[in-house]
């Protein structure tokens, strides 16, 4: 099947939603990883402080892909979700329990132990049940008639929970990144304690992940298309470079420059994925061009792309823009 | 019926939708209520609207945070239980859908933080603005929803290509004459869900002897829209039901509990159907009035269910009763709001306590309808999930278990009912408290994030508040 452009248009929009909505609620997440490491209520209260204004909004570009993915590529939508069904499940209690936590907690009284537990646990969950998904994606789906031929534990295996992990830490990293970048004083100095030890699991967990595909079976098209894309191994190289950088500027105290670091490292890894896989959406059976739905559905769907994503866009900057700089509410 | 992933999934749908849809109708004729009495307050500068207005933004605030929530699940639903209905028919859902989130969360991602936020950093005229937009980002949200299902009820502009279901008409798809009848149904349903919500907390008010203001500005209004909206509502109902009849005859004769075809056709009142015997066990009738009702002929011939094949046949039980609940739930209003104006012209609406009672008793009736109706669409629809088209037995997720759904359906439940039920406590006792808030802006409170906003608020009743008007 020929690639039209709108197939690429669609195409390029959810690649664009993935990345921004794995760099935002992922540092969001992080933030939650490394919330339920810590017991002292005052380093806790600027945790949720820092990441308050921001998160909902970072966890609007999940509904856009699902909704983009259903719109654009209706068979992906439905093979992935059949395909993790469980793993999707436990995503959305994920998101649930951490979504009310921000506001219960407050109220809770004595009960408050248990939306921090919920919020801690929700943010472990969805992360690593996204890493999960990546990992059992690169092993490769199987399909047939267009619908999910495996049974509901198909994406169990070593080698998933070894990418569920490395998101976690990965998001954990993130999050450490963006309250060294956002607080000062003591919660600075414990995130700052945190970056070297997240780098090493990342790049334990990640680069194994990355060498199992070029060494098992299961990802000889992987290897293949590393083979005939050479250039393609600029990015993993660029991927250590920057995880090497954090640690760097981590050291010197670099406040501004270990978060943009850790995106410049999930950028490598996500180009790297992208030089493996394309042009297959669903590894190994979906490509991009058999998924698209008809033109007609794609073009009918462009104007609500090009209309509402620069407002949402525009949107979250402004938001951004007016919750700059340092956190300085402190306690409360 | 067997406890097939079938089923399964089906009941599973039916949960989280009955508790998703909850939210929505109360929101989307809040929406419009915070507006309306925004533009009233900008026209006359009455302190107690204000108060009225600030006391039901909390409400909607927190409702419209558990609608988010429990529709990002809905969301989900289509992919991970009913696979092959998204891959046979994705190019049609998957745009309307999708629109429904782009519109919902352009205007949710906008204005809801200025009209949650806003009011010290905006001109009156902007805040009234966005508190318009707010109200038509739920009207748009609920268009398109109801565009899909409307398609899903009665499918057109479309052909099938290698058994999927490929758009060639949009216009037909989106603006088709049976959306343009359903939608100002479902609008009309969430107006009255609101405005009975509306005037029950303000007899409640009234009842008890506090806000007496507030209490009886939410009484009078609601009672007067709702006495307005009911007709146009019952009319609405009839064109639907007109629809029914010629487009899906099976769910009408279900509704009507007519097993033989008749001539002429008698209206069933109530009664008791017997699926098993095929006849109704006990039942009122009115000869001639069910070939009046369809056809507008007092000796019209009418189908009955024995003219489908026994697999193209809905239950007959849920349309049957959930039909009449729903009309019942409608006269309830139909009574109350007229009698309800009839005391406000005798000036007597506010000391006649047996009527505050009722009306306060009516709270759920707006709720209780739009379920019992959605029932009756949905059920009716049965056994086709695309009517004519696919078969719900066809339609879903090949891969799924009978473990694997039971497992998940009881999650739902139980997750559901904790934070339902803290949600549904914290909205109770917001409503129990009352508008006491005169404060303006909240400090504190962020945007995008809706629930906060109660709370924030409640807080602010202390030292935080700033200066009223």
Same mark, same amino acid.
């Given at each position: 099947?020929?690639?039209? +452009?709108?197939?690429?248009?669609?195409?390029?929009?959810?690649?664009?939603?993935?990345?921004?909505?794995?760099?935002?609620?992922?540092?969001?997440?992080?933030?939650?990883?490394?919330? /339920?490491? *810590? +017991?002292?209520?005052?380093?806790?209260?600027?945790?949720? @402080?820092?990441?308050?204004?921001?998160?909902?909004?970072?966890?609007?570009?999940?509904?856009?892909?699902?909704?983009?993915?259903?719109?654009?590529?209706?068979?992906?939508?439905?093979?992935?979700?059949?395909? #993790?069904?469980?793993?999707?499940?436990?995503?959305?209690?994920?998101?649930?329990?951490?979504?009310?936590?921000?506001?219960?907690?407050?109220?809770?009284?004595?009960?408050?132990? #248990?939306?921090?537990?919920?919020?801690?646990?929700?943010?472990?969950?969805?992360?690593?049940?996204?890493?999960?998904?990546?990992?059992?994606?690169?092993?490769?789906?199987?399909?047939?008639?267009?619908?999910?031929?495996?049974?509901?534990?198909?994406?169990?295996?070593?080698?998933?929970?070894?990418?569920?992990?490395?998101?976690?830490?990965?998001?954990?990293?993130?999050?450490?990144?963006?309250?060294?970048?956002?607080? !000062? /004083?003591?919660?600075?100095?414990?995130?700052?304690?945190?970056?070297?030890?997240?780098?090493?699991?990342? #790049?334990?967990?990640?680069?194994?992940?990355?060498?199992?595909?070029?060494?098992?079976?299961?990802?000889?098209?992987?290897?293949? @298309?590393?083979?005939?894309?050479?250039? /393609?191994?600029?990015?993993?190289?660029?991927?250590?470079?920057?995880? &090497?950088?954090?640690?760097?500027?981590?050291?010197?105290?670099?406040? !501004?420059?270990?978060?943009?670091?850790?995106?410049?490292?999930?950028?490598?890894?996500?180009? *790297?994925?992208?030089?493996?896989?394309?042009?297959?959406?669903?590894?190994?059976?979906?490509? &991009?061009?058999?998924?698209?739905?008809?033109?007609?559905?794609?073009?009918? #769907?462009?104007?609500? /792309?090009?209309?509402?994503?620069?407002?949402?866009?525009?949107?979250?900057?402004?938001?951004?823009?007016?919750?700059?700089?340092?956190?300085?509410?402190?306690?409360? | 019926?067997?406890?097939?992933?079938?089923?399964?999934?089906?009941?599973?749908?039916?949960?989280?939708?009955?508790?998703?849809?909850?939210?929505?109708?109360?929101?989307?004729?809040?929406?419009?209520?915070?507006?309306?009495?925004?533009?009233?307050?900008?026209?006359?500068?009455?302190?107690?609207?204000?108060?009225?207005?600030?006391?039901?933004?909390?409400?909607?605030?927190?409702?419209?945070?558990?609608?988010?929530?429990?529709?990002?699940?809905?969301?989900?639903?289509?992919?991970?239980?009913?696979?092959?209905?998204?891959?046979?028919?994705?190019?049609?859902?998957?745009?309307?859908?999708?629109?429904?989130?782009?519109?919902?969360?352009?205007?949710?991602?906008?204005?809801? =933080?200025?009209?949650?936020?806003?009011?010290?950093?905006?001109?009156?005229?902007?805040?009234?603005?966005?508190?318009?937009?707010?109200?038509? =980002?739920?009207?748009?949200?609920?268009?398109?929803?109801?565009?899909?299902?409307?398609?899903?009820?009665?499918?057109?502009?479309?052909?099938?290509?290698?058994?999927?279901?490929?758009?060639?008409?949009?216009?037909?798809?989106?603006?088709?004459?049976?959306?343009?009848?359903?939608?100002?149904?479902?609008?009309?349903?969430?107006?009255?869900?609101?405005?009975?919500?509306?005037?029950?907390?303000?007899?409640?008010?009234?009842?008890?002897?506090?806000?007496?203001?507030?209490?009886?500005?939410?009484?009078?209004?609601?009672?007067?829209?709702?006495?307005?909206?009911?007709?146009?509502?019952?009319?609405?109902?009839?064109?639907?039901?007109?629809?029914?009849?010629?487009?899906?005859?099976?769910?009408?004769?279900?509704?009507?509990?007519?097993? $033989?075809?008749?001539?002429?056709?008698?209206?069933?009142?109530?009664?008791?159907?017997?699926?098993?015997?095929?006849?109704?066990?006990?039942?009122?009738?009115?000869?001639?009035?069910?070939?009046?009702?369809?056809? =507008?002929?007092?000796?019209?011939?009418?189908?009955?269910?024995?003219?489908?094949?026994? $697999?193209?046949?809905?239950?007959?039980?849920?349309?049957?009763?959930?039909?009449?609940?729903?009309?019942?739930?409608?006269?309830?209003?139909?009574?109350?709001?007229?009698?309800?104006?009839?005391?406000?012209?005798?000036?007597?609406?506010?000391?006649?306590?047996?009527?505050?009672?009722?009306?306060?008793?009516?709270?759920?009736?707006?709720?209780?309808?739009?379920?019992?109706?959605?029932?009756?669409?949905?059920?009716?629809?049965?056994?086709?999930?695309?009517?004519?088209?696919?078969?719900?037995?066809?339609?879903?997720?090949?891969?799924?278990?009978?473990?694997?759904?039971?497992?998940?359906?009881?999650?739902?439940?139980?997750?559901?009912?904790?934070?339902? =039920?803290?949600?549904?406590?914290?909205?109770?006792?917001?409503?129990?408290?009352?508008?006491?808030?005169?404060?303006?802006?909240?400090?504190?409170?962020?945007?995008?994030?809706?629930?906060?906003?109660?709370?924030?608020?409640?807080?602010?009743?202390?030292?935080?508040?700033?200066?009223?008007?």
């Amino acid at each position: 099947m020929e690639l039209s +452009n709108l197939t690429l248009f669609w195409a390029g929009v959810i690649a664009l939603s993935i990345f921004i909505y794995v760099i935002l609620d992922g540092f969001d997440l992080g933030v939650g990883v490394l919330f /339920g490491t *810590t +017991n002292e209520d005052t380093r806790r209260v600027q945790m949720m @402080n820092a990441i308050a204004p921001f998160w909902d909004g970072n966890e609007t570009w999940l509904v856009i892909i699902g909704a983009s993915l259903f719109a654009a590529f209706p068979v992906v939508y439905a093979v992935f979700l059949s395909a #993790f069904y469980l793993p999707v499940l436990l995503m959305l209690f994920g998101l649930i329990f951490r979504g009310i936590a921000f506001e219960f907690r407050d109220r809770a009284g004595s009960m408050q132990w #248990f939306w921090d537990r919920g919020f801690f646990l929700g943010s472990v969950v969805v992360a690593f049940v996204q890493g999960a998904a990546i990992g059992a994606m690169m092993r490769g789906v199987p399909v047939a008639n267009n619908q999910y031929a495996g049974d509901a534990f198909g994406w169990l295996h070593p080698f998933p929970v070894l990418t569920g992990i490395g998101l976690v830490l990965g998001y954990a990293l993130l999050g450490a990144g963006w309250l060294v970048l956002k607080s !000062e /004083g003591t919660l600075r100095d414990w995130a700052y304690a945190r970056i070297p030890w997240l780098v090493g699991g990342v #790049f334990l967990a990640l680069g194994l992940a990355f060498l199992v595909p070029l060494t098992v079976d299961a990802g000889a098209i992987a290897q293949s @298309n590393l083979r005939d894309r050479p250039w /393609g191994f600029a990015f993993p190289i660029l991927a250590v470079a920057a995880l &090497v950088g954090v640690v760097a500027c981590a050291r010197a105290r670099r406040d !501004e420059l270990p978060f943009p670091l850790t995106i410049l490292f999930f950028l490598a890894s996500y180009l *790297t994925l992208g030089v493996m896989f394309w042009p297959y959406m669903v590894p190994y059976s979906i490509t &991009v061009a058999d998924a698209a739905a008809p033109d007609v559905s794609l073009g009918f #769907f462009f104007y609500g /792309g090009v209309i509402v994503l620069p407002v949402i866009f525009l949107y979250s900057i402004g938001v951004y823009y007016i919750f700059r700089g340092k956190d300085r509410r402190g306690y409360g | 019926m067997d406890f097939d992933p079938v089923f399964l999934s089906r009941l599973q749908f039916g949960f989280v939708i009955t508790f998703h849809i909850i939210f929505p109708s109360f929101t989307i004729g809040l929406g419009a209520w915070l507006a309306t009495i925004e533009g009233a307050r900008l026209a006359t500068g009455n302190p107690v609207y204000r108060r009225v207005f600030d006391f039901w933004l909390k409400v909607f605030a927190l409702s419209f945070g558990m609608g988010v929530v429990t529709g990002i699940v809905m969301a989900f639903q289509f992919g991970t239980n009913w696979s092959v209905l998204a891959e046979r028919t994705g190019s049609i859902q998957g745009p309307l859908l999708g629109y429904e989130a782009f519109t919902a969360f352009m205007l949710e991602a906008t204005f809801f =933080g200025v009209m949650l936020l806003g009011r010290d950093r905006v001109s009156p005229r902007v805040y009234f603005f966005a508190c318009c937009m707010v109200s038509l =980002g739920t009207m748009f949200s609920s268009f398109w929803i109801l565009a899909n299902n409307s398609w899903m009820q009665v499918p057109i502009g479309h052909t099938i290509v290698d058994g999927k279901l490929i758009p060639s008409d949009w216009r037909a798809i989106v603006l088709g004459p049976i959306q343009m009848v359903r939608w100002p149904h479902m609008l009309l349903a969430a107006f009255l869900t609101s405005g009975m919500s509306i005037a029950a907390t303000g007899a409640w008010y009234l009842l008890r002897g506090v806000h007496r203001d507030e209490g009886r500005v939410m009484l009078h209004w609601s009672l007067g829209l709702v006495a307005v909206l009911i007709p146009i509502q019952l009319f609405f109902g009839h064109l639907t039901g007109l629809y029914v009849l010629k487009h899906q005859p099976a769910k009408f004769a279900a509704i009507e509990a007519r097993w $033989k075809n008749q001539q002429p056709a008698s209206e069933v009142l109530i009664a008791i159907p017997d699926p098993v015997s095929e006849r109704n066990l006990f039942a009122i009738e009115i000869p001639r009035l069910g070939s009046f009702i369809a056809s =507008g002929n007092w000796t019209a011939p009418e189908v009955g269910l024995e003219s489908f094949p026994p $697999k193209d046949r809905p239950s007959v039980i849920i349309p049957f009763f959930a039909f009449r609940i729903m009309v019942g739930m409608g006269l309830i209003m139909l009574a109350v709001s007229w009698l309800g104006n009839l005391l406000r012209f005798r000036d007597r609406l506010e000391t006649t306590r047996w009527f505050l009672w009722c009306t306060f008793l009516s709270f759920p009736t707006g709720f209780i309808a739009v379920l019992a109706g959605w029932y009756t669409a949905e059920v009716g629809r049965q056994p086709w999930v695309v009517y004519g088209l696919l078969r719900t037995a066809d339609a879903v997720t090949p891969s799924l278990t009978t473990g694997t759904v039971l497992f998940s359906l009881v999650s739902y439940v139980l997750v559901y009912a904790v934070f339902i =039920g803290f949600g549904t406590y914290y909205i109770f006792k917001l409503l129990r408290q009352g508008p006491t808030v005169e404060a303006t802006a909240i400090r504190g409170a962020t945007a995008s994030r809706p629930m906060a906003f109660a709370d924030d608020a409640a807080s602010a009743t202390g030292n935080q508040s700033l200066a009223g008007e």
